[in-house]
């Protein structure tokens, strides 16, 4: 299955002896999808939203309601997915980048950055959901989040400090704000940088969080079933 690959963001090169670039993240959590990348973030998109029989947004150091050409254009690109009903995944940006393109709200979060392991409650139960889990835990590292869905949006997830975890639009869109992509060790090493940012007593504790696996291949294969069903 041909999958365009939104690429938002670019790993630091300090990073890339951890886990590689965000293309090798997707490529090593999706080995079953045949992944086209597209740098959005430097201006190259797809000719059409009919490139792909599907896309996949990445997340990003930007945030969704930036006046920034790219962003803007990405919005654009969105709705027309929408409208042609192709299926799309958005990740973290790529989540709030869905909500906000289809008439969402994204604001930045009033208790500070979300990051480490979290855990989401399942609200609805969907085919693809296979295998069923009623409760996940996914890598977060965020500091903007979902605040209002689109019309005809299905919330799906939620955790405590995330109100709107994973959601759908009509059935052919999904946005999660969890980096399922992330390995435990990159997520260390962005904590650890941006220390000042974040602080230092929720990034112990997200540390702390990092003891545990979380359930990547278990979204990844939720999100393989969703982009083939």
């Known amino acids: 299955m041909k999958i365009g690959l939104l690429e938002c963001d670019h790993v630091s090169e300090k990073y890339l002896h951890i886990s590689g670039t965000y293309r090798d993240m997707f490529s090593v959590l999706l080995p079953q999808l045949e992944l086209h990348f597209f740098d959005v973030c430097k201006g190259h998109f797809p000719d059409s939203v009919h490139d792909c029989e599907g896309f996949i947004c990445t997340g990003s150091k930007n945030s969704v309601y930036e006046n920034i050409a790219w962003v803007n254009e990405l919005k654009d690109f969105v709705v027309q997915a ?20 289809l008439g969402g709200k994204v ?71 969890a980096h399922p992509e992330f390995s435990n060790d990159y997520e260390k090493a962005l904590m650890e940088d941006r220390l000042d940012k974040i602080g230092s007593e929720k990034v112990e504790k997200a540390i702390d969080s990092l003891k545990k696996q979380s359930d990547k291949e278990l979204i990844a294969s939720w999100i393989v079933n969703f982009l083939k069903n």
């Open 82 to 101: 929408f409208k042609k009903h192709r299926k799309f995944v958005g990740v973290c940006f790529g989540h709030q980048m869905l909500a906000e393109a």
């Open 107 to 177: 604001l930045k979060n009033g208790n500070g950055w979300n990051v480490g392991i979290h855990p989401f409650e399942m609200l609805v139960k969907e085919p693809w959901m296979d295998p069923v889990q009623q409760k996940i835990e996914l890598l977060m590292m965020c500091q903007d989040q979902v605040v209002h869905l689109p019309e005809n949006s299905t919330l799906l997830a939620y955790a405590d400090d995330c109100s709107i975890g994973m959601f759908k639009v009509g059935d052919h869109m999904l946005g999660i704000q």
